[in-house]
């Protein structure tokens, strides 16, 4: 973004700005990451409020700023836009910007993935177009806005991740951004202490074709009967399925995995075998739809392949880590009964090294069920081909009382509140032949324990 005070001031509906040449280049909620130039956004809470730290913005860099029109003594010598209030504010100057940007926009939505699929699509994309994502988590309804406003004018493609925890917040973020296309990664347990029900969380991630371009499509799992049903209601949509059963438009088989990634073969709307640096069978379903984007972007299958095989994950989603002559996989940023039992399924499956462990924690935020799903988890662990377990947090007590019958003595150890034990077993007994997950929710930080291992 590159406007003037002015231009902001008119997207606002507001009259008499001053300092009305000042150029702002993007926007901020939070002066430790502020830059030069941009446009400085203060919250007011219980807690904080965020005009105390408007003139600090300023020596940072900051080119101006937003103030709520019942805050007392506004500062008099810098640029400042003067609003009700700036949440809405925000909102409002990305819907404006979104309106006159000429950029192809693409939203992701989805249980789990949607920050590996928004890293797989634009970097596949990004030989070929000028493409900007969402940083981080800035998935929400400050987040979105914010990432739609530091586009550069220039950009071509515009990935935008969509979280939410309740109803209606897909379909408010969608209709801000209107995507030309949208993306549904799958539909798993995640929110359900919000939503209810799996039905529940398919309905909340399916708002996000409401604010689809007329022309746009949706792409989405196809494996998933919650998905298809929904599909089914709308006459009018037009959408493209992924997934390993037969019939759908893009069908992933013969994955095999290496030290290196996944490689695999694709039948439908395209064909032949493909490659990339990416652990995990549902990480190559997340490519899937990288792949009929790219092409009704225009992309070649070879100009797919290509991209593919250099495309770079955020850290701690399945993250090959070599630590000395132990592996690990880092899969630490997340967890949700869906994404954690299809890692330990990569790992049952595996054949990248003999000796295979499972460092699991807690799953966070699963309602009244929680138990349940925590000792379902025991049902997908191949105990004939894990040999240690090690499990952290309250809930996992929970499966290690199911598995510890199972396991060997010393194979299987619960620590509650201590990553200790679960460090010192790793140092102790993992070889030079050992491969271990690392996954929980984020939450447990069981990153900690690789970086304690890796000292």
Not at 126 to 148: D, E, R, S, W
Request: charged residues 20%; glycine residues 8%; aromatic residues 8%.
């Amino acid at each position: 973004m590159k406007k003037n005070l002015q231009q902001l001031a008119d997207w606002l509906h507001i009259d008499n700005q001053a300092f009305p040449e000042t150029l702002v280049t993007g926007v901020s909620i939070d002066t430790r990451t502020i830059q030069q130039g941009d446009l400085f956004i203060p919250f007011r809470g219980e807690a904080v409020n965020g005009h105390r730290f408007v003139e600090q913005a300023f020596e940072k860099g900051a080119a101006a700023a937003l103030w709520m029109n019942d805050e007392p003594n506004p500062p008099q010598h810098i640029p400042l836009i003067f609003v009700d209030d700036p949440e809405m504010a925000l909102q409002e100057m990305a819907k404006a910007y979104r309106n006159e940007h000429k950029a192809t926009f693409i939203g992701i939505t989805g249980s789990n993935g949607k920050t590996s699929s928004k890293d797989i699509l634009a970097g596949a994309l990004a030989p070929y177009y000028k493409v900007q994502k969402t940083i981080g988590n800035f998935n929400n309804q400050l987040g979105l806005p914010i990432t739609i406003l530091q586009l550069d004018e220039d950009t071509e493609i515009s990935v935008l991740e969509m979280g939410m925890s309740g109803f209606g917040e897909i379909e408010f973020l969608t209709k801000l951004a209107r995507p030309h296309y949208a993306l549904i990664t799958n539909i798993g347990e995640a929110h359900m202490q919000d939503l209810g029900s799996r039905e529940g969380i398919a309905q909340a991630k399916f708002e996000i074709i409401k604010g689809l371009d007329e022309t746009g499509v949706l792409f989405f799992d196809g494996d998933e009967p919650l998905l298809q049903n929904l599909v089914a209601k709308e006459a009018n949509l037009k959408t493209q399925s992924v997934g390993f059963t037969v019939g759908l438009d893009l069908v992933a088989s013969n994955i095999e995995a290496t030290a290196d990634g996944s490689s695999f073969h694709v039948e439908g709307a395209i064909t032949g075998d493909f490659f990339i640096s990416v652990l995990g069978e549902h990480q190559v379903k997340n490519t899937l739809n990288t792949m009929l984007v790219s092409k009704a972007l225009g992309l070649t299958d070879e100009q797919i392949r290509a991209a593919l095989k250099q495309v770079v994950l955020t850290d701690m989603r399945m993250q090959l880590i070599p630590v000395g002559d132990l592996l690990f996989i880092n899969d630490a940023y997340n967890a949700a009964p869906t994404s954690m039992h299809a890692a330990i399924q990569f790992v049952n499956q595996s054949t990248i090294r003999a000796d295979k462990w499972l460092v699991l924690g807690d799953m966070l935020e699963l309602g009244d069920d929680e138990q349940q799903m925590h000792e379902e988890i025991a049902t997908h662990i191949d105990v004939k081909k894990v040999n240690y377990v090690c499990l952290y947090g309250t809930r996992m007590k929970w499966l290690y009382d199911k598995l510890q019958p199972q396991f060997a003595h010393g194979h299987i150890l619960h620590a509650e509140t201590d990553y200790a034990p679960i460090i010192n077993t790793i140092k102790q007994y993992a070889t030079n032949d050992t491969l271990i997950l690392v996954k929980g929710s984020r939450g447990m930080k069981l990153e900690t324990i690789i970086e304690s291992v890796s000292e």
